[in-house]
């Protein structure tokens, strides 16, 4: 079941971006006991998403964790980079990826920087569905190569990412077909949650998460996740969470003058789910960081010296709990997880 | 315990390449039974690794299978390159560099076509252990620029992949230093074997099990990880083994007059533990299959459009497959482990 954040309708579980009324969708969670199954990848949890019949392929991976101490933090740094298009999008595009599949959709459109169509693409092409990626100009060249080497139908749009995003859903509507973005689609935040579950699995709950935060898709995912394993009665309280954002993109946090256009994964500042996060934030008590660009090569340098190949984007987590860290707003003492979203292995020439 | 292959003498566990009679060396099995540990990464098979004390970070992952039916042949297809260095390698390194930290030796020497010294240059530095890496001109550049990048010691060879290894080894006595050659390793056999224990949680024995096989380094950890799983009375079948080489560089299979220079991680055609590969073939009543240039190009190109981005050594699997089903060897109904090593993602010049 679908049920709408704002008005609290409920819609079957087909899929859809919005509930009339304009507001936010989420996936009701299951009501039973947490119950994770045998399996060593992400259909460890199917017993928990909304994926019934066809198992797309590939599989996404049950990341590692590692622990380091940074200044008397117990910072867990969560490889979520280690997914088959090389990125944690993977778990939203293979959730829904099998919910099209389940209703016989075959042509979609979508809207990305990047990691989100260039994960579509890969899941897509063996599942026999075709993907109109919507990018703007300045999206990285070899990421455009890959999408269409993997069949991506292509279209560059002429602006910043909020006027791809308004093209993409223009597209969709002038030609009949289903619009997927992951900024609102509910079912990728069923694959994003289970980070949180592996978390728990992994080594409980920590006292902070932080995520990355443009759209938010990770941040709620992240919180979704948590609050499920409340309901179900296998922890008491969920991690403060913290939206770490861009400077000069922020959503949440106030906006800065000057642009961190590194992290270009997160550079989106006018996210259609900011009500959800608001809401997050307070729920759970969380806080908001804005990292400069020089703070994310900072993190970056730093990341790459303790085994941790990421783009830019994934280094602002490091850059936030620092930030967070120096005014005292995370204590020593704390555990922290620090989800790495994004490999800094790209395409080469020869594949 | 280290057992000598050829004369079987033993040696305490401690950093060493070859007995004295220049036999190659194992790491001897544990005795008592199966018993994966709850972690959700490689430390899962800490009971039956040779790792005490300091754990090296990162911590190499469990990695994703997907089933795929190829002509009724049940293909499992092992993503092995969703590992932090982008290979397979890093199981066989994280073993080889918790050893080093145990008994405290601080600089090595190694040589490699890119992917093992990228892995040991990886978790060599945040270990503090300064890397040598011998390499030879036709390296792919971005891996010998990531190598750098990673306070490794690049030393250029004139000369083949063999000269390379000729050149590090003298290095190594001339210096008095430690030779980490994986080619030789007991210890990196550990980590590889744990692909064995894996697959065997993940879905059983397969019926055959392909390994790209060059210097036999996943081609024996599959052997011994299956080995170990008989001996410790989990399984009473071992999968027949199967060798697929990259033509023109045959050391198993019979030499061919065109060399396959696409399979670039596995064009070694002296490996020095042949003999234990050769007892492997036999052991299991295994088969050799050696791949062409265009035939990996095909495979490669398969991989791609079924969602696996891998590197061109990775692909030689398939292409072993398709060989050996179309000449009847491995017959419709069999099912197939197929171990995928490398990744297609390599460095972009932004991290």
Redesign the interface.
């Known amino acids: 079941m679908l049920r709408c954040s704002r008005c609290g309708r409920t819609y079957p579980e087909t899929f859809r971006l919005r509930c009339d009324c304009g507001g936010t969708l989420f996936v009701e969670g299951r009501e039973f006991g947490f119950s994770p199954s045998g399996?060593?990848?992400?259909r460890r949890y199917l017993p928990h998403l909304p994926v019934k019949g066809i198992i797309p392929?590939?599989?996404?991976?049950?990341?590692?964790?590692?622990?380091?101490d940074i200044g008397g933090i117990k910072a867990v740094?969560k490889?979520d980079y280690?997914?088959?298009?090389?990125s944690f999008k993977d778990r939203g595009t293979w959730v829904t990826v099998a919910k099209l599949l389940e209703e016989g959709i075959g042509e979609v459109v979508l809207d990305s920087s990047g990691n989100a169509a260039l994960s579509f693409a890969?899941?897509s092409?063996?599942a026999g569905i075709k993907l109109h990626a919507f990018v703007s100009y300045d999206t990285?060249r070899?990421k455009v190569l890959?999408l269409q080497?993997?069949?991506a139908v292509v279209h560059y749009v002429d602006g910043d990412r909020m006027t791809v995003h308004d093209r993409a859903m223009e597209y969709a509507e002038e030609n009949g077909l289903t619009y997927v973005t992951h900024w609102l689609n509910p079912y990728f935040i069923e694959g994003t949650k289970t980070i949180a579950f592996?978390a728990f699995?992994?080594f409980g709950v920590p006292d902070y998460a932080l995520a990355p935060t443009g759209s938010g898709t990770l941040f709620l995912g992240l919180w979704k996740g948590f609050k499920e394993l409340r309901k179900m009665g296998e922890i008491d309280k969920i991690p403060r969470l913290v939206a770490v954002q861009a400077s000069g993109y922020e959503s949440l946090c106030e906006r800065s003058p000057f642009a961190n256009s590194l992290a270009d994964g997160i550079a989106i500042p006018r996210p259609p789910r900011l009500e959800d996060m608001k809401k997050a934030l307070k729920e759970t008590n969380g806080l908001c960081v804005s990292v400069s660009q020089s703070e994310t090569e900072g993190a970056?340098s730093w990341l790459?010296?303790?085994?941790?190949?990421?783009?830019?984007t994934s280094a602002v987590v490091l850059a936030g709990l620092w930030n967070l860290a120096e005014i005292g707003e995370i204590p020593e003492g704390s555990s922290v997880l620090l989800p790495l979203t994004g490999?800094?292995?790209?395409?080469?020439q020869?594949?």
Do not use: H
């Open positions: 399996y060593l990848d992400i392929f590939p599989v996404p991976a049950i990341t590692p964790t590692s622990e380091i740094f490889l280690l997914q088959p298009s090389g890969l899941y092409l063996p990285r070899e890959l080497q993997l069949g592996e699995e992994q970056l790459k010296r303790a085994g941790f190949l990421v783009e830019p490999s800094g292995l790209k395409l080469t020869c594949i």
